[in-house]
């Protein structure tokens, strides 16, 4: 169930399903019976492997560049170590390997975006950070099959961006498998 | 209280003025129960406290609040026993007192929410009468031992103190850390420097700053520490009437002996020190000590000795639990091993002795309602091993037994020897390394597949540290050094390729999303700010190694 | 509801306890207390100096546990001095037993108030009070 948002331009909670908080707001435009302009999604987009995600920009603290990642013997699969933020000792999920991609070769251009989520905060690897995007919330789609089977159940939606193809990740749901588990 | 109660619009009032009343009340009684302990029976404050528990009952009573009225009543029944009556000081009425100081900034705290806590006031108010009918009979036939603590070691007056939420003393270690770290930076920059200029009036003049700012960071970390150290007895004190209570359920004389309470211990390591010495003394009182016909018969007192004893060495605090029963019997518990397929590593006393700390053991005839909820031995044990510390147990058959426990004096900092297998560091707490060697030609060998080394006259098994810790490698000639874990009695040997130093390190948990890895207890970070994972040495030395 | 007599007049407080002015000050605003002039004190000495000061007082309700002068200090003082006996003074306390109101009277006190009290209870000694005095107006 989303929150009803209580400006037109507050943007997608955290944690919800974002295809809910559009409907949501629909459903309060129609009760409300005042015609708002489209709510934005602010994103920050990143990619894996050549695809394109976006993750909403309240989940993100800040993107930094790769340094020395630590592994840490036993534990899970998907995560590739962990890393000194400002003194803070901060998980590393291989976002890549939980998606079923090979790891990521370092290069350059990769980050660790610092992401918070069901109140943790941990860092997610990937191979590059675009930028901020906002998109209307009523470009949403649902994701047509063949992403849909890609990714199974950890997306939210879609979004068509002119020809690019903008992946909505649930970081949640992406997650919840690299828990506390042993490989 | 009720709404149309006519002053209930002074609730908050009631609670501004109340709530400091007892809070000075609750202090007083916390005091007053650290000296009783102390051994220093006076009961001076209750004195002092007698107009303010009366404040306090007449102002609830004016409120209509009936619940902190009873227990403020209750309160000072039981404080002019006390005041009066030198027998009734003891750990029972300062437990009392202390847990109705609380229940009283509990109930005012919450004065102007609905009515509530009129059960817990009235349970409170039921033991407290209890407790004084007791007091007025006749002395019971357990009595408590307990040793004058030494004075202040500085002999310095007492200067108040302050309270403080322990979370800004764990904030206060993290930045230290974080210094400790710079400082290890600035080091490494100095020698750098020094290594290119040469001597300079500079770099003498940095040299002296550099090695002055090592001493100080020293005091300081040994100064922080102090802050977050408390005296055992905060542990011990729990037992003295649980003792009195489980031995009179059992029908059986203890008396209970207390020694070293000041030994002072870091709050983490003491938050988690209380479960298993409750494990052990249960233990102790429901099988350790026979009933008293039976020592009658073995010639023994009816009255058995119980004794807690903590002592404090240079970088543990060792705790014994030890009781003058029946023993443990060696050929009962070999008997039960083998039932239970389990085989000791040698037949001797001890080896045979230690297999009763394995999950699923025990060998009581009835399961108590304390001793044995089923898993007492083994997850005491479990606990002490998580604490990085370690259990052992000595007995002989119709003597008692001794439990000694080993733990670090704290759990935030711990002096590591820092490895690096296969180019990744580990640190390793030195309170766990028995010893570093050097791998000579032809010194490691091969038995059942598993790695075997002589060390110090024995055979122990060695693994190798890039195929434990999982670094991926492929190598087969041997690394340069084992350094020889021991956790308890056990030993296992460690291959690494280079030796890098001793550190002492701020301990960082893991991250929950880490899982529970049994060979890494924790993390931290190193001088030139790498993580590096806390090698876990009692996982270390349980791990079977792959084949 | 029975219609209190009491008639509004001029009270001192004597009490260590904040709370305990405060209900005092409800209890005379309201009903036939309404308009009375209340003053305070939070010991036995600033008491003693506000009934030397103020010989118009109806009554005196003078708590018993107080530090530095407690009530029946206070009590010993004024008959000691002999400082406006025609002014009642009550003592105010949570328990009490036969002796201990007797010793009170002996010392002086016109009369015990026992707490916890309500405010109908004060309006009714007041109006006890008013009523032996009647003929004095």
Not at chain 2, 147 to 173: N, Q, S
Request: charged share 25%; glycine share 8%; aromatic share 4%.
């Amino acid at each position: 169930m989303g929150r009803s948002a209580k400006t037109p331009a507050t943007p997608a909670p955290a944690l919800r399903g974002v295809l809910e908080f559009a409907d949501q707001l629909a459903a309060d435009a129609a009760a409300a019976q005042v015609p708002l302009p489209p709510a934005q999604l602010h994103l920050i987009t990143f990619r894996l492997d050549g695809e394109e995600f976006g993750l909403p920009v309240e989940t993100v603290r800040e993107v930094i560049r790769v340094g020395d990642i630590t592994r840490v013997p036993q534990s899970p699969a998907h995560i590739r170590g962990v890393i000194n933020l400002r003194g803070r000792i901060l998980p590393v999920v291989e976002i890549r390997t939980r998606l079923g991609l090979a790891p990521l070769v370092p290069r350059s251009t990769a980050r660790i975006i610092v992401a918070e989520v069901r109140g943790r905060v941990l860092g997610l690897l990937v191979d590059s950070v675009a930028q901020v995007q906002k998109v209307p919330a009523d470009r949403v789609v649902a994701a047509p099959d063949e992403v849909k089977s890609a990714h199974t159940d950890y997306i939210t939606g879609v979004v068509q961006l002119y020809e690019r193809l903008l992946i909505l990740l649930d970081l949640a749901r992406a997650l919840d498998a690299s828990g506390a588990t042993h490989p | 209280m009720d709404n149309d109660h006519a002053f209930a619009e002074l609730i908050q009032e009631y609670i501004a003025e109340s709530l400091p009343l007892a809070e000075a009340v609750s202090d007083a009684f916390l005091a007053l129960e650290r000296r009783w302990q102390e051994g220093d029976a006076a009961a001076g404050e209750v004195v002092e406290l007698k107009g303010t528990l009366h404040t306090l009952k007449g102002n609830s009573a004016m409120m209509g609040l009936r619940p902190m009225q009873v227990v403020a009543h209750a309160l000072e029944d039981l404080a002019a026993r006390v005041a009066a009556d030198e027998r009734a000081r003891t750990e029972a009425e300062s437990a009392l007192l202390v847990e109705g100081a609380g229940l009283l900034i509990d109930l005012i705290g919450a004065a102007a929410d609905a009515q509530s806590g009129s059960g817990e006031a009235e349970e409170f108010v039921a033991r407290v009468r209890r407790r004084l009918e007791a007091d007025a009979a006749p002395a019971v036939p357990l009595r408590l031992e307990r040793r004058r603590a030494e004075r202040r070691p500085d002999g310095a007056p007492d200067a108040g103190t302050v309270r403080v939420d322990f979370r800004r003393l764990d904030t206060l270690l993290e930045i230290f850390g974080e210094a400790m770290i710079e400082q290890s930076a600035l080091t490494e920059v100095y020698r750098r420097l020094a290594a290119r200029i040469g001597s300079s009036a500079e770099v003498t003049d940095l040299d002296r700053v550099v090695v002055s700012l090592r001493a100080t960071m020293k005091r300081l970390e040994s100064a922080l520490m102090q802050t977050r150290l408390l005296p055992i007895s905060t542990v011990f004190n729990r037992f003295p009437r649980a003792v009195r209570d489980l031995a009179r359920d059992e029908q059986k004389q203890v008396r209970l002996v207390i020694e070293g309470g000041d030994t002072l211990l870091d709050k983490t390591i003491l938050d988690r020190l209380g479960e298993p010495l409750v494990h052990l003394v249960s233990n102790a009182v429901v099988h350790g000590v026979e009933s008293e016909a039976e020592r009658l018969r073995a010639g023994k007192p009816a009255e058995a000795v119980l004794s807690l004893r903590a002592t404090a060495l240079a970088d543990r605090v060792v705790i014994s639990v030890s009781d003058d029963g029946r023993g443990l019997e060696t050929e009962r518990i070999l008997a039960k091993a083998r039932a239970l397929g389990l085989e000791p590593a040698s037949p001797t006393p001890a080896d045979v002795h230690g297999l009763i700390f394995v999950p699923g053991f025990s060998t009581a005839e009835q399961v108590s309602h304390v001793a044995g909820r089923g898993v007492g031995l083994d997850a005491a044990a479990a606990a002490i091993h998580d604490l990085g510390g370690g259990i052992e147990v000595a007995s002989e058959a119709g003597r008692g037994t001794r439990f000694t426990l080993s733990v670090p004096l704290t759990l935030a900092i711990v002096r590591s020897l820092i490895v690096e297998v296969d180019r990744e560091r580990y640190a390793v707490p030195l309170s766990h390394v028995a010893e570093t060697v050097r791998v000579e030609p032809g010194a490691l060998h091969e038995i059942n597949r598993q790695g075997v080394v002589m060390w110090r006259g024995s055979a122990i098994h060695v693994a190798d540290g890039g195929r434990l810790l999982g670094t991926g490698t492929t190598r087969t000639a041997p690394r340069n050094y084992f350094v020889v874990l021991f956790a308890g009695p056990r030993h296992r040997g460690l291959l690494v390729d280079r030796l890098v130093g001793h550190q002492d390190v701020v301990v960082k948990g893991l991250d929950p999303t880490l899982g529970r890895p049994d060979v890494v207890s924790g993390a931290t970070i190193l001088g030139d700010g790498r993580v590096a994972c806390i090698l876990d040495a009692a996982g270390i030395v349980a791990q079977r190694e792959a084949a | 509801m029975t219609l209190s007599t009491a008639r509004p007049g001029t009270f001192l407080v004597v009490d260590d306890s904040a709370l305990h002015h405060q209900m005092y000050r409800l209890i005379f605003s309201k009903g036939s207390l309404a308009g009375s002039t209340l003053y305070h004190a939070m010991n036995g000495r600033e008491g003693y100096a506000l009934l030397a000061a103020h010989p118009e007082l109806t009554v005196v309700l003078l708590d018993l546990n107080m530090p530095e002068m407690n009530g029946l200090e206070f009590l010993a003082r004024r008959q000691a001095e002999k400082l406006h006996p025609h002014i009642p003074i009550v003592l105010v306390t949570t328990e009490s037993t036969p002796d201990d109101e007797a010793r009170g009277r002996t010392a002086g006190a016109w009369d015990y108030l026992r707490k916890p009290f309500q405010p109908a209870d004060v309006a009714r000694l007041v109006e006890r009070l008013q009523a032996e005095r009647a003929p004095a107006a």
